[in-house]
């Protein structure tokens, strides 16, 4: 009982390490179906197993079936291959039934207990269709006998055809990054940076909220909604990330404390490589059957800060030393950004369009109540801490909105296609239910403003409300 414990908590151990230090064979357990036996007779396969084809390819299959009795060469039993696809729409075959052939002669046969033994075959050829993971349900029957001799399973898996378009989707999703983040640091104060750090009570609540709360959110929703494995993995890896660069964004649009936000998401970033192994280590050896991590989450986390560190500073030295410089790039990159969201959206609706087929009810759900609660959490404990409204307001958005890119780019490079294909559509789904309701919000906000502009009755924000009743109003 104690070794058992023991070797337990060793191999947690280990998975823990590997996952840090970022090795490319972390944890597996194989979905082989090599070969499989009844009665005697063996029945195996060439290939071994199509763990990997590609959508639209055709792939011929070699059964062999060994051990079948029949009386002599001359009078041979008539068998049949009876060949069936569980999930037709991932997966399919060109025959349903096919006789098997005989590959031996009475000189080669083996005799057992006066019965002879031969050794018979079939080939069929299995579809790929769309992405999915299915099986071909394989039955041997005597030739006009309904009850099966040796039932058999075959494993295959289908991933998406590659294209060009998905390298010009994420090439232009680093650019659009990049950019917004240089945007974000111009727009970032020194000041307001140096007194959160001073007294880090809100990124304090970010981070708890984060890293306590939504991966465990995040697992009991799995656990309770979800049925598949690689559903379950892909929504705690998105419960389990830092905030993203879309925060500093919402922040900007809804005049929250940009210089908070963008406080907030460096400080969770850099959290989140050790808490995002730590969590995936805990929760997710509960999703790991049938499925294989090849990756490191840590450093792909790394390489989101890559993306957010360095353009946030360059941003932050042209608002301090360039400011003329700085305010050059506001006015240019408002209409850059017009034109690569206009020719963004397109392509990533194109390349993604195949995650829409993947959703369904009860991952939409799961995308809802984890964005909600992220949103709920972080205004409840903003209240708590008697933060004023416009931090409440950031604080939520930091908290509700997670970095779906790492999201992403952990569930591709942790998990074996096409597992990591499935996995996406979790992450998606709550990608798209975390935005959603912060861009009607935006919308609205936005159109209450220029009207209240029109009146002339432009609303005050908290910092103006303090001013106005400590000095009094400014002639």
Known sequence: ???????????????????????????AIHETT??????????????KELRVITAGDKHPVLCNVTGLAHENDTMRKAYVLSVHSADSSVANVNKANIPLQYTTTLSQMSVSQNNTYATLYANFTVIGE?????????VVFENDSKEGIIHAEYKVGVVRKPEPTTTIFYILLVIILALANVYMGIKTEFDIVKEVLKKPIQPAIGVCSQFLGMPCMAFGLAKLLLRKNYLGFGLLAIGSCPGGGASNIFTYLLDGDISLSVTMTFISTIVALGMTPFWIWVFGRYFMESLEVTGAPSLHILQSLALIIPPVCIGMLLQKFRPTWAGNFVKVMRVVFIILFLGFFPIAIYVNLYIWRLLTGRTILCGVLLSTSG??????????????????????????LQNVGVAMVIVRFALESPDSDLAVS???????????????????????????????????????????????PVN
């Not at 058992?4 to 490319?24: E, K």
């Not at 972080?378 to 933060?387: A, D, K």
């Open 1 to 27: 009982m104690i070794s058992t414990t023991l070797t337990a908590t060793v191999s947690r151990l280990h998975l823990l390490s590997l996952l840090l230090l970022g090795s490319h064979s972390v944890f």
């Open 34 to 47: 090599t070969s499989q036996t009844g009665n005697g007779i063996q029945l195996t396969f060439e290939p």
């Open 130 to 138: 769309f992405i999915g993971k299915t099986q071909i349900d394989i």
């Open 375 to 400: 949103y709920v959490l972080g205004t409840i404990l903003g209240f708590i801490f008697r933060q004023k409204w416009k931090r409440v307001r950031t604080i939520a958005i930091e908290v509700g």
């Open 426 to 472: 979790t992450v998606v789904s709550c990608a798209i239910m975390q935005t959603l309701p912060l861009l009607i919000v935006t919308i609205v906000y936005q159109i209450y403003k220029k009207c209240q502009r029109k009146s002339g009755m432009t609303k005050l924000d908290d910092d103006s409300r303090e001013h106005l009743s400590k000095d009094g």
